[in-house]
């Protein structure tokens, strides 16, 4: 990154929404992807997830055409598309390439309407419109009116929470819910070609801008260069400040850079004071709850299955299923006493089930956890914070 990038390369939607996110991810996928974290299995799992979101949408328009071409090879994903288009036998085009103003699209749907014009579609594995997708449709029909296609619509394809699947097949007009959103997508058209402008200044630079990490590394989407970009952060960084993230930011705008630096008598939340004075805090009430267990204690531990699409009958999407971890007596795990985990075949009963097979003899005490999925992003959850010192005197 040391000498002027020659080539400007040409955008992509994914780079576009990229650069919406963060100029220096931006800057860093094209000159440095090197840098990026690989994806670990959850994160592909996802991923996995949103191709079967996007494969059976396409099977909701039977006939349509995929143009099925590697994402690189983007001169003959160009030229197979634009013989698609001006056939007037092919009525739906799935995935094709289109170009304009140095940027490429591959649109998921695009069904021809009356009078040679097209409904563009973008599917998503999501259960509502959120608002990165309006910027993901507005860069879509940019490149294709550029490119001459006429839209008749621009609408969001996701997943329809409210169907309740059956069991055998898929019910794909129930499963998919297609809203509309051409008006709001052409609000967000306006600001397009400033914003590839501002884009391409900052990609023909010799070096990344100077964005420091901090939320808008998660929003809309998990930034693959947070380690890169938080290597050399100190364990009680700023940014692990439990509690209101305003704090946070009105922290970092005065330039406090750890948990150790808030100035002394700064207005805290209460959790936020605790990991500012780092020292190991008990509940009064915890002696107390403890003087009532009863050994041996049983632990069961709840956890969520949610699934874009549907696994089980009588389920829906992203609906959260139940299922036990392995029970633990006094902490220690007893592989002969597992319980159902996701790919059992009957999760709901499983949790029955497992409750009633750990319930030892009458007297024994039975701890049932019900942990809440976890709403903070990764880092957060793994922040290698050190634990807090020890309570003086303990
Ligand atoms: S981690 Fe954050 S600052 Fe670094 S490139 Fe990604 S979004 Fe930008």
Known sequence: MSTVPKVTRRLSKSRYLSGLQCAKRLYLEIHARELATPFDEGTQAILDAGTRVGELARERY????????????????????????????????CEGFIAFDDVVVRPDILVRTRGNRWRLIEVKSTSRVKDEH????????????????????TCLMHLNTGYLYPGGPLDLRQLFHDQELTREVADCQGEIPARLAAMRQVLAKPAPPAIEAD???????????????????SDRWIFHLPGSRQTFRDLMALGVQTIDDIPPGYSLQLIQQRVKDNVEWIGPGLRAALDTVEYPVHHLDFETLGS????????????????????????????????????CPRPLRGVGRGAAAVSGQEGECLHLYRVRAERHHRARRSSSAPPPRPRPGL
């Open 62 to 93: 039977p006939g349509g055409v995929l143009v099925d071409v590697e994402h690189f090879k983007v001169a003959e994903g160009l030229a197979r598309t634009a013989g698609l288009l001006v056939d007037p036998s092919i009525t739906v085009v």
């Open 134 to 153: 309006l910027h993901d449709l507005a860069i879509q029909a940019y490149v294709l009116t550029g490119a001459g296609l006429v839209l008749d619509a």
């Open 215 to 233: 939320d808008h590394c998660f929003a809309p989407y998990e930034c693959p260069f947070w380690e890169h970009c938080t290597k050399g952060k």
């Open 308 to 343: 874009a699409i549907p696994l089980y009958p009588n389920t829906r999407p992203y609906q959260a299923i139940p299922v036990v971890e392995p029970h633990r007596v006094h902490g220690r795990p007893d592989p002969t006493r597992c319980l159902p985990v996701p790919g």
